[in-house]
């Protein structure tokens, strides 16, 4: 099917902006706020009980973080959230409407993390830090959520630092994989076949890595690439992938890699839908309808 139609106009805005591969970091990061932030539409944030700043453990010391209460009764499940940003854009702000969506949504703590970004901090920096604060928050889990239950949850280069965060921290209960990015050197029709004019391009997931794993990183290392790990014993996931996106396929290959393993995985490619709907609800009914049905998965895995 073609891209949904309440999508196009908002393409057609990005189509008239400067591409973020020819922009500096710090000019992408801004654009990206002011794209997330600045231009949403005035409609209601999803409504949660308390919003706290906070840290947790990072890979060399404290990393901001934000806690969000659901409005239900405790003890909850916790789960750290990872944002995207190809892990060089993106910060606590531009992803706060997901960290609400998934805490009154999925009935859970959320702990959204501020890992550090590339190229400042190159790989493994972002990874470190994931595996650190989950770790981290696996030992607090009484003062936050109140039960035994903990998740990881992210998007894109956030859904690539919750597969690594679950292939290093033994215990966790479930994973949500939103369009993730799995597998630098992986051979997908999609990165072809949607390259351009889908709000993520080709020529920026390249600038992406570029700055994040450098000249001389090792692609295959599974903290980059988490395909590449083993992927036996992880904990259950819900994974879900656009139509439209170049990261598509991985996101497939991944779900269907866990499977294969024994996982037990629930997976959904949404027809007609682009990379960051699920930061797209305001403009398209259809994608609030997917980011609804995407994260009551989850909160099935988190809540029995």
Known sequence: MPVDADLVPLLQILEGATPMH??????????????????????????????????????????????????????????????????VIGDLDTHDAMARSISAGANAVVVSVDYRLAPEAPFPAAALDAIAAVRDVQGRLGELGGNDVLAVAGDSAGGNLSAVAAQNVPGLAAQLLIYPATDVLGDYASRVDNAKGYFLEQDTMLWFIGHYAPEGTDLFDPR??????????????????????????????????????GVAVEHTTYPGMIHGFFDMGPWAPACQQAIDETIARFGKLLNG
């Open 224 to 261: 980059l690439s988490p395909m590449r790990g083993n992927l036996a014993g992880q904990p259950p996931a819900v994974v879900c992938t656009a139509e439209f996106d170049p990261l598509r396929d991985e996101g497939i290959a991944y779900a269907d890699g866990l499977a294969a393993a």
């Open 22 to 87: 020819e922009l500096q970091p710090a000019e992408a990061r801004d654009g990206f706020r002011k794209l997330t932030i600045d231009f949403r539409p005035p409609v209601p944030l999803p409504e949660v009980a308390s919003v706290t700043d906070t840290t947790v453990a990072g890979g060399d010391g404290p990393r901001p973080a934000r806690v969000y209460r659901p409005l239900a009764e405790g003890p909850l499940p916790t789960v750290v959230m990872f944002h995207g940003g190809g892990f």
